[in-house]
C-alpha cells in the first residue's frame, strides 16, 4: 500500500510569487489533514479535510493560504503571494475514520518552501 | 488549550547507551490520545504509539518503552541499548479530541544523536 505523498519535495520561490504543493493521501482515507513546521518551531495544524469538506481551517495563518480538495482525493495548498514567514515544511497526513474515535495519522515526507 | 513541551532540545549519546525522551503535557479535557512520532533524515513522520488517556498501562515494544503518568502529565520515551538507526527527531503530540480524527498538537521535538 503506497503512503502520502507530497509534491515537490522542495521549492525555492521568490516573495511575490505563488506556489502550489499537492498531497496525495492513502487510498481510501477520508481524512487529510495540512501541517506546517517553521525552522525550529513546533508542527503546527493548518487545516482538516474530510473528504471535499473542510472540517477544520483554525489553523490557516491568513487568506493568502488557500486549500483544496476537490473529489475527496488529493489535496492541493497554495500560497499566492508567498511571503518569506511562510518559509518551512509543510506536511501532509491522512487517517481513515474509525467508530472507536482512536486513529493514527500517516505522514508524508513534506515540502519543503523556501520562500526568498 | 493544548500545549506539550519537550524541554530537551538535543541529546548525544554513544551507542548501546538507554535514552529518555521526556515529554509533558497540558490539556483540559479528560479524554484525549497521546502520541510519539520519529522523523528519519528522510523527512517523512513515522507513527510510534498511540495512548489514550485512559490506559497508563505502561508499553513496551522491542527496544521502545513508554512511560504515561496522568499524575504528572508525561509520557516519556525510553530507547534502550540505543543504535546509530535510532538518529532522529522525536515529536511528541496531543490530540483536540474533538470528534474522531482531529488535529495533533506537537512538541517542538527532540534531535537524538546516537554516535558509534
Known amino acids: 500500500e503506497a503512503g502520502v505523498t507530497q509534491f515537490p519535495s522542495h521549492s525555492v520561490i521568490e516573495k511575490g510569487q505563488t506556489v502550489t504543493l499537492r498531497c496525495d493521501p492513502i487510498?481510501?482515507?477520508?481524512?487529510l489533514y495540512w501541517y506546517r513546521r517553521v525552522m525550529g518551531k513546533e508542527i503546527k495544524f493548518l487545516l482538516h479535510?474530510?473528504?471535499?469538506?473542510?472540517?477544520?481551517e483554525s489553523g490557516m495563518p491568513n487568506n493568502r493560504f488557500l486549500a483544496e480538495r476537490t473529489g475527496g482525493t488529493y489535496s492541493t495548498l497554495k500560497v499566492q503571494p508567498a511571503e518569506l514567514e511562510d518559509s518551512g515544511v509543510y506536511f501532509c497526513?491522512?487517517?481513515?475514520?474509525?467508530?472507536?474515535?482512536?486513529?493514527?495519522?500517516?505522514f508524508g515526507p513534506g515540502t519543503r518552501l523556501t520562500v526568498t | 488549550a493544548q500545549k506539550v513541551t519537550q524541554a530537551q532540545t538535543e541529546i548525544s549519546v554513544v551507542e548501546k547507551e538507554d535514552v529518555t525522551l521526556d515529554c509533558v503535557y497540558e490539556t483540559r479535557d479528560t479524554t484525549y490520545y497521546l502520541f510519539w512520532y520519529k522523523q528519519p533524515p528522510s523527512g517523512e513522520l513515522v507513527f510510534l504509539i498511540r495512548?489514550?488517556?485512559?490506559?497508563?498501562q505502561n508499553e513496551i515494544s522491542g527496544r521502545y518503552s513508554w512511560n504515561f503518568q496522568k499524575s504528572t502529565s508525561s509520557f516519556n520515551f525510553t530507547i534502550t541499548a540505543s543504535q546509530v538507526v535510532d538518529s532522529a527527531v522525536y515529536f511528541c503530540?496531543?490530540?483536540?479530541?474533538?470528534?474522531?480524527?482531529?488535529?495533533?498538537?506537537f512538541g517542538k521535538g527532540i534531535t537524538l544523536s546516537v554516535r558509534p
Open positions: 479535510f474530510v473528504k471535499e469538506s473542510k472540517q477544520d
Open positions: 487510498s481510501g482515507h477520508d481524512n
Open positions: 503530540a496531543l490530540s483536540d479530541p474533538t470528534g474522531a480524527n482531529s488535529k495533533l498538537t
Open positions: 495512548r489514550n488517556s485512559f490506559d497508563e
Open positions: 497526513a491522512s487517517s481513515q475514520e474509525e467508530l472507536a474515535g482512536a486513529y493514527e495519522q500517516y
